[in-house]
């Protein structure tokens, strides 16, 4: 059981490049969410899935794009990557039916465009 | 909208209890977590208060006032591993997501 995967680790993309970030999990949990973590800033939501085939915003959005084509799988997009993109992405998800709110989280990625 | 304030930086000493506080401004939530992440590491789940009062789970200690608008997470018998960042968050009432204070750096000296 490995849990929350996300590839690449780390990254070096120039301003204007695209990527695509690939987590995925095999706890079989309905919710999907993507984080950026920045110095000072503490953990904020770019996008998440409740569902396999759906997608929401999050507070940080403007950037990215998300798919989630299938349930283990949610997949971050940088179509133009800019120099204020440069962060360390972590994937998140949790089970639907559980009372008790935890998330499991990827190792994270590191992402640095220069 | 939702803020969740915490101190910056902690330090306390190995064997002492310390207290990471955090104060929250939020329409409505269901409840209050913890999670720890250590340097180059992801954030992993602590514990959880959807209603007022304490939770204890070993050393690990998280309490919630929803009138004082406040919650705390306690750590006892402190050990160099404790060394972490250490997050509040909560579940604003109709959401599916978490939203994260800043964290708290603790620091445990010998």
């Known amino acids: 059981n490995a849990g929350v995967t996300q590839t690449p680790k780390f990254r070096v993309l120039k301003t204007g490049q695209s990527m695509t970030l690939l987590c995925a999990q095999d706890m079989n949990h309905e919710y999907m969410y993507w984080y950026r973590q920045d110095p000072g800033m503490g953990l904020r939501l770019i996008h998440y899935?409740?569902?396999?085939?759906?997608?929401a915003k999050g507070e940080v959005p403007d950037g990215y794009n998300v798919s989630r084509l299938k349930k283990q799988n949610f997949l971050l997009g940088l179509e133009s990557a800019a120099p204020s993109q440069t962060s360390v992405y972590f994937c998140a998800s949790r089970t639907g039916t559980r009372i008790l709110y935890e998330q499991y989280f990827g190792p994270g990625t590191r992402l640095t465009v220069t | 909208g939702q803020s969740l304030e915490q101190p910056s930086e902690v330090t306390a000493v190995e064997g002492a209890i310390v207290q990471i506080n955090c104060t929250y401004q939020t329409s409505g939530f269901y409840g209050l977590s913890w999670y720890q992440q250590h340097d180059g590491g992801a954030p992993t789940f602590l514990s959880y208060n959807a209603l007022d009062g304490l939770e204890e789970t070993g050393r690990f200690s998280s309490f919630l006032s929803r009138s004082d608008s406040y919650g705390y997470l306690l750590l006892q018998e402190l050990q160099m591993k404790d060394s972490a960042s250490y997050f509040c968050a909560v579940r604003p009432t109709g959401a599916n997501n978490l939203f994260f204070g800043t964290g708290t750096r603790l620091t445990v000296i010998p």
């Open positions: 899935s409740v569902g396999e085939g759906t997608t």
